[in-house]
T-cell receptor, first 116, second 115 residues
Framework: AQTVTQSQPEMSVQEAETVTLSCTYD???????LFWYKQPPSRQMILVIR??????QNATENRFSVNFQKAAKSFSLKISDSQLGDAAMYFC?????????????FGKGTRLSVIA | DAEITQSPRHKITETGRQVTLACHQT?????MFWYRQDLGHGLRLIHY???????NKGEVSDGYSVSRSNTEDLPLTLESAASSQTSVYFC??????????????FGPGTRLTVL
């Protein structure tokens, strides 16, 4: 079974600075997808960024980017120019590519605080 | 606009009672999922369905059941609620189309307290 590990339960960053959230995963599969979700206090799950394992190029969405290291099974999220609205719980998630839409496997989450 | 809704948003019940949490999506998605979120555990899969009459157990399915009689709904039933089932419950849905990502869209969650 696949597992996802987020080793940082809590992180903090100064407004306008950059922060990196760590995620590692364990799988024997070669084809899969990786995601970062943001959960603000409203509880809504918001997809931040996604990566296909067969793509070597790291995904980027505005201020959010990932560092995908397939051999190391690492998928970290970098948030640049941090804003107060970035304060939230962040979850790393894995999905097998075996089927059209297999369930997600989540890490335990990292709570990010942004200091003004 | 298409959406996924959950009801109720909050519920308090007593140990031993049967509880049903509703999930309704208007995306016309084939796939639907139930997760529970607990502090220190992230989100864990309870049950999922790939279509009408199809249901599958997830990692933490004990004490829960689902049934899929139409495309839009996947209700989650707690047969005899236990305090260990106090949690926030999320429903999600996704398509099985040509898009490789087949993104899962999440409902707003239901906070369930079992006293």
């Amino acid at each position: 079974a696949q597992t996802v590990t987020q080793s940082q339960p809590e992180m903090s960053v100064q407004e306008a600075e950059t922060v990196t959230l760590s995620c590692t995963y364990d799988t024997s599969e070669s084809d899969y997808y990786l995601f970062w979700y943001k959960q603000p206090p409203s509880r809504q799950m918001i997809l931040v960024i996604r990566q296909e394992a067969y793509k070597q190029q790291n995904a980027t969405e505005n201020r959010f980017s990932v560092n995908f290291q397939k051999a190391a099974k690492s998928f970290s999220l970098k948030i640049s120019d941090s804003q107060l609205g970035d304060a939230a719980m962040y979850f790393c998630a894995y999905r097998s590519a075996r089927g059209a839409s297999t369930p997600l496997v989540f890490g335990k989450g990292t709570r990010l605080s942004v200091i003004a | 606009d298409a959406e996924i809704t959950q009801s109720p948003r909050h519920k308090i019940t007593e140990t031993g009672r049967q509880v049903t949490l509703a999930c309704h999506q208007t995306w016309n998605h084939n796939n639907m999922f139930w997760y529970r979120q607990d502090l220190g555990h992230g989100l864990r899969l309870i049950h999922y369905s790939y279509g009408v009459q199809d249901t599958n157990k997830g990692e933490v399915s004990d004490g829960y059941s689902v049934s899929r009689s139409n495309t839009e709904d996947l209700p989650l039933t707690l047969e005899s609620a236990a305090s260990s089932q106090t949690s926030v419950y999320f429903c999600a849905s996704s398509d099985s189309g040509a898009s490789s990502y087949n993104e899962q869209f999440f409902g707003p969650g239901t906070r369930l307290t079992v006293l």
